[in-house]
C-alpha cells in the first residue's frame, strides 16, 4: 500500500506541475504574439509579455491577501468554536495534529447538501468550511474522510496553487478578450495595415493571425489545464486523507453518500464550484449546462481508494449508478 499511495501523489505532484509550466507557456506565447503581430518588433513582443506579467502579479497579490475572505463571505459561511460544534471543531484538531499543521479556522454553511471546502493562502491562514448537511449525514469516520481531504489540500498548499492557476488562467483570458476587442474596433488591425504597406510585413501579417487564433483558443485550452490541474490535486488530497486517517473506507462511503444526495448547495456558483470536496453543481441542475467538470469522476476516485487498499474497482452496477450522478 505504502509503494502505491507515495508513487500516486509523486505523479500527481509531477503533473500538477507540469501543467502550471503550460499554462505559462500559453500566456508567454500569446503576449509574444500580440506584441509581435501588432508591432512587427521582437522587443514589443517581449515587452506585451512583461505588462501580462504586471497585470497577473497585481491579481494574485490582490487575491492572496483577501481572495479567502470573499470565499467565506459569498458562501455564507458562519464560523463556529467547540462550543457550538464540538465533534466537527474535535475531529478537525485530530486531524489538524496528524498532519502537523496550525488548526485552521472552522466555519459551516447553513445548507442541507453534504459538502465541504478549504480556503486560504497557506497553512498559517486557512479556513474550513463544511455544510450542516454534512455534520447531520456523516457519522465520524465519514467526516474524517472528508475533513482530511480538505486539510491535505492546506497541507499540500493546493489552496495557494489553485489560487494561481485561477488567476494565470485569468489573465489568459483577459489578455486574450482585450486583444479580440481592440482588433474588432481596429487599433490593432490599423497598425499591422500601415506596417505591411511600407514593406516588411509578411512575417508580421502570419504572427498576428497566430496570435488572433491563439486568441480565440487560448482561453479555452487554459481552462481546460486549470481542471486537469485541480482533478490531479483532488486524487492526491485523497490519498493524503487515507494517510492522516489510516481508513480509505470512511472517505469512500462519504464520497458515495454525497454523490447520490440530492439536495442542492444553493450557495455555490461557477467561481467557487472548483473548491468544494465534490463538484457542487448536480448534472440535473440547470446552472450545469454548458460547465465542464471541475473534479475526477466519483467512479475514479472510489477506484483508486480502493486500489490503496487491495480492493477489487466498484461493481458495474455500482459504477453505473454514481457515473449518472456525478
Known amino acids: 500500500m505504502a509503494g502505491t499511495f507515495y508513487s500516486q501523489i509523486a505523479a500527481n505532484r509531477r503533473n500538477s506541475f507540469l501543467l502550471m509550466l503550460v499554462l505559462v507557456a500559453v500566456l508567454a506565447l500569446l503576449g509574444f ?10 522587443e514589443a513582443g517581449i515587452g506585451w509579455l512583461g505588462i501580462f506579467g504586471i497585470v497577473a502579479i497585481i491579481s494574485s497579490v490582490a487575491s492572496y491577501y483577501s ?50 471546502f478549504a480556503t486560504g493562502r497557506d497553512p498559517k491562514h486557512a479556513s474550513i468550511a463544511v455544510t450542516t448537511g ?5 457519522d465520524r469516520e465519514e467526516l474524517q474522510g472528508v475533513i482530511g481531504h480538505e486539510l491535505s489540500h492546506v497541507r499540500n498548499y493546493d489552496i495557494r496553487y489553485s489560487l494561481l492557476v485561477g488567476v494565470m488562467v485569468g489573465t489568459i483570458a483577459l489578455v486574450a478578450d482585450f486583444f479580440l476587442r481592440f482588433t474588432f474596433w481596429g487599433g490593432f488591425g490599423g497598425r499591422r495595415s500601415s506596417s505591411d504597406r511600407e514593406g ?24 481546460l489545464v486549470q481542471l486537469a490541474v485541480s482533478r490531479q490535486r483532488e486524487y492526491m488530497a485523497d490519498a493524503s486523507s487515507v494517510e492522516l486517517t489510516r481508513n480509505p473506507q470512511g472517505l469512500e462511503r462519504a464520497l458515495a453518500a454525497i454523490s447520490e444526495d440530492p439536495e442542492v448547495l444553493e450557495v455555490a ?32 476516485r472510489i477506484n483508486r481508494l480502493r486500489a490503496l487498499s487491495g480492493e477489487q474497482p466498484l461493481d458495474p452496477s455500482v459504477t453505473a449508478e454514481l457515473a449518472g450522478l456525478d
Open 33 to 42: 504574439a500580440i506584441g509581435y503581430g501588432t508591432t512587427g518588433t521582437a
Open 67 to 116: 481572495g479567502d475572505k470573499v470565499v467565506l463571505g459569498v458562501s455564507k459561511a458562519r464560523r463556529v468554536d467547540a462550543t457550538s460544534q464540538p465533534q466537527l471543531i474535535n475531529v478537525v484538531t485530530e486531524l489538524t495534529l496528524a498532519a502537523g499543521i496550525p488548526m485552521p479556522a472552522v466555519y459551516t454553511i447553513d445548507d442541507s447538501a453534504p459538502n465541504a
Open 134 to 138: 454534512l455534520l447531520q449525514k456523516m
Open 200 to 223: 516588411g510585413g509578411g512575417l508580421q501579417v502570419i504572427i498576428f493571425v497566430l496570435a488572433l487564433v491563439l486568441a480565440v483558443l487560448a482561453p479555452i485550452f487554459a481552462r
Open 269 to 300: 456558483n461557477r467561481a467557487t464550484q472548483h473548491l468544494y470536496f465534490t463538484n457542487p453543481i448536480k448534472k440535473f441542475e440547470q446552472r450545469s449546462k454548458g460547465l465542464f467538470s471541475t473534479h475526477p469522476p466519483i467512479v475514479d
